[in-house]
């Protein structure tokens, strides 16, 4: 069975990691390729690896109004500039959006693949969680779903690689000489991911998340995302570490670890890790998560909730190891 895909923002770091997912599925062909100023280019001028097949494949100015006949289309957009152009793409043509314009939007599914994939098998549009939030909702949902944590009092120390800024990157912060060897945290207090945690944590814990606090650092390797997450609550490591293994049982892209995780752990997988240390005594839970935030933070989750609303095996196209080291 062929399923007929498109990618629009293909030339992005988010596009460029679709493409080399479904370049090795199973059963999506790419047949439309779509994007702004990489317009006109031959995906071989983009990408002088990409399989012989797909080389000479050209990259179409972005318009909605004019695609070709597609099953599934793949939108990796800056945030803030997709929902108008999305909105006139039929309804024949399913959406998995990696940006953030449509995450708890009405109509649109939260993308959230590894906690509730039946919510997502029968839509047509599905919004991709952020990076942050698809790395801090997998560690925290199953220490929210067994009542270990309060909602009110997280606090969330995140680490991303610089691919998370995407290569249009705005100002001259993400360069080489900027980045490297250097630390920076950023969004203090303001994080354009902090709603949709709190929308998300309520949603799990049943309870008001107020008290989130979220700071995420830029740190230079190119891929990888950890969060550190500090909660208030009583249970022992080992009741969320089993709470955990009970909440993922049979979910294939889960790992819970004793160890805390490392982001090379996940380096281009779609594989989301955790693990928990925690201090009865003093009421602290310790909860860490580590995606590939081009992974599990985008383009991977993207292709699993296409499985999903493809009705194709969620695993498909995604079962490769990670690389190492
Ligand atoms: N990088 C990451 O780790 C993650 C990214 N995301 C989200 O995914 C989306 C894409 O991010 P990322 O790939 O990193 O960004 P990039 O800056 O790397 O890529 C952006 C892409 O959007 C295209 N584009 C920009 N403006 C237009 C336009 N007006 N019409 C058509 N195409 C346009 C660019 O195409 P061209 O070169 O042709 O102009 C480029 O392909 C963002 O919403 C981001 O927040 C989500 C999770 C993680
Ligand atoms: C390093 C870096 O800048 N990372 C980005 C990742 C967010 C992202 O990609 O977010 P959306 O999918 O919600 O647009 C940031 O923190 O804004």
């Not at 990408?47 to 695609?67: C, Q, S």
């Not at 929210?144 to 995140?158: C, F, R």
């Not at 490591?237 to 049979?250: I, M, P, S, V, W």
């Not at 590939?292 to 695993?315: F, M, R």
Request: aromatic share 6%.
């Amino acid at each position: 069975m062929s399923i007929r895909v498109g990618i629009v923002g293909i030339s992005g770091f988010g596009g460029g990691e679709a493409l080399r997912l479904i370049a090795a599925h199973p059963a999506f062909e790419l047949v439309y390729a779509a994007g702004e100023g990489s317009a006109g280019s031959r995906l071989v001028d983009r990408f002088p690896g990409v399989p012989h097949r797909l080389a000479g494949l050209v990259i179409e100015k972005w318009d909605p109004a004019a695609l070709p006949d597609l099953d599934l289309l793949f939108a990796s957009l800056p945030t803030g500039t997709s929902a108008e152009a999305l909105a006139r793409v039929p309804e024949t043509v399913k959406i998995v959006d990696i940006g953030g314009d449509h995450r708890h939007v009405e109509g649109w599914v939260y993308g959230l693949a590894d906690i509730w994939p039946d919510r997502i098998r029968g839509s047509r549009r599905v919004a991709n969680p952020g990076c942050f939030p698809v790395a801090t909702l997998n560690t925290l949902a199953p220490l929210l779903a067994a009542g270990l944590i309060e909602p009110g009092n997280i606090v969330i120390d995140a680490k991303t690689g610089i691919s998370g800024a995407g290569r249009g990157g705005g100002d001259s912060r993400f360069g080489y000489a900027e980045t490297n060897e250097n630390l920076q945290p950023y969004g203090l207090l303001q994080h354009v991911h902090m709603p949709e945690m709190e929308t998300t944590i309520e949603q799990l814990g049943g309870g008001s998340a107020a008290g989130l606090v979220f700071t995420p650092h830029l740190v230079p390797m190119t891929r990888g995302l950890l969060v550190t997450i500090y909660c208030r609550g009583s249970a022992s490591t080992a009741q969320c570490l089993d709470a955990a293994r009970e909440f993922y049982a049979d979910r294939p892209f889960v790992r819970v670890t004793d160890r805390p995780p490392q982001t090379k752990w996940a380096s281009g997988s779609n594989l989301s890790f955790m693990s928990y240390a925690a201090d009865p005594d003093r009421n602290l839970v310790i909860a860490m998560g580590v995606v590939d935030n081009l992974g599990k933070g985008a383009a991977g989750h993207a292709v699993q909730n296409a499985n999903l609303i493809s009705g194709l095996p969620e695993t498909a196209g995604l079962e490769g190891a990670p690389v190492w080291p």
